[in-house]
């Protein structure tokens, strides 16, 4: 599984979906459109302005405004990861529309990018990826306009079902000492996927400055019956490059025999049986004021 987690764009195009099933992959990429639709919506683009795309992966933002407006607005596709780039590059070369589309490679915590600069940033699942939110709110506060804009989609991973809610304890050796294994590592403060919530957005964007605040909490509620081989994805396909899956998490706490049993344990209590599990998101806008 590992193999095809080698950069950020292999691990978008690959990695990320690769527990889905066709239709849930298909599901999943209407999903992402709109999200798209409805951060636009948020930002509020005129011509003439000048937006970024930080964190823009493959782009799905940037493009949006690509759409919409092409060479009347100034965009900005930045990522610190310069395959990310290359692939939005080739991606813009292939659609071959009118655009006045930048380029940068910058990390959000340290944003090449002058003071006051910006009318609207985006970001979509990247705040997600920076252990310090507040630093990275900083930045952006920085580099926008006065009255200027930042717009965002956040999953809220800390909140989303568990492991052992889907389980019963007769079902898995153990039980409790997974269930607190994985309430540990889900409420790490230093893991960056989980050290946050709506509250915590809220906050961290007032205190850098940002006013008129909005964290809207989206929670989607699905039903699905997932495979043996899905369920062994769980646990092997990394949530991003360079980051533990959920075995190696596991594997914190307990050796890998261990750890294996339980996952073939879930695997037999879970597979070709309907599951159901909540996701939640949060729609963010804020304001320099």
Same mark, same amino acid.
């Not at 950020?8 to 990429?29: D, G, I, N």
């Not at 909140?159 to 050796?173: A, G, H, M, V």
């Given at each position: %599984? ?7 764009? %292999? ?7 690769? @527990? %889905? ?49 092409? &060479? ?12 990310? +780039? ?31 600069? +910006? ?7 990247? +705040? ?21 804009? @930042? ?39 230093? *893991? ?9 957005? &809220? ?8 006013? *008129? ?32 899956? %959920? ?12 750890? *294996? ?29």
């Amino acid at each position: %599984m590992e193999d095809i987690c080698k950069n950020w764009s %292999m691990w978008l195009k690959k990695t990320r979906f690769s @527990y %889905m099933s066709e239709a849930q992959v298909e599901q999943t990429l209407n999903w992402l459109n709109v999200i798209k639709e409805q951060v636009l919506a948020l930002a509020q683009i005129k011509e003439n302005e000048k937006i970024a795309d930080f964190g823009c992966g493959s782009g799905l933002l940037g493009f949006g405004v690509l759409e919409k407006f092409k &060479d009347k607005v100034e965009i900005i596709f930045s990522d610190k990861f310069e395959d990310c +780039l290359e692939e939005c590059k080739k991606i813009l070369s292939e659609i071959k529309t009118e655009n006045n589309a930048k380029f940068l490679q910058s990390d959000i915590l340290d944003i090449k990018l002058p003071d006051n600069y +910006l009318d609207c940033a985006m970001t979509r699942s990247v +705040l997600v990826h920076v252990t310090d939110k507040k630093r990275a709110f900083n930045e952006l506060y920085r580099v926008i306009k006065q009255d200027g804009r @930042y717009c965002a989609f956040e999953p809220i991973i800390s909140q989303n079902t568990r492991y052992y809610e889907l389980l019963l304890p007769d079902q898995i050796s153990d039980y409790f000492e997974f269930k607190k294994a994985e309430k540990e590592f889900m409420e790490n403060k230093n *893991d960056s996927l989980v050290n946050f919530d709506a509250y915590s957005l &809220d906050n961290d964007l007032n205190e850098a400055g940002f006013g *008129d605040v909005k964290v809207e909490v989206q929670v989607a509620a699905s039903k699905y019956i997932p495979s043996k081989e899905a369920i062994l994805s769980w646990f092997l396909a990394p949530p991003s490059p360079n980051t533990k899956n %959920m075995k190696q998490r596991f594997l914190d706490y307990f050796d890998e025999k261990k750890v *294996d049993n339980f996952i073939l344990e879930v695997q037999n209590a879970l597979s070709d049986k309907e599951i159901k599990i909540s996701s939640n998101t949060a729609l963010i806008k804020a304001v320099k004021c």
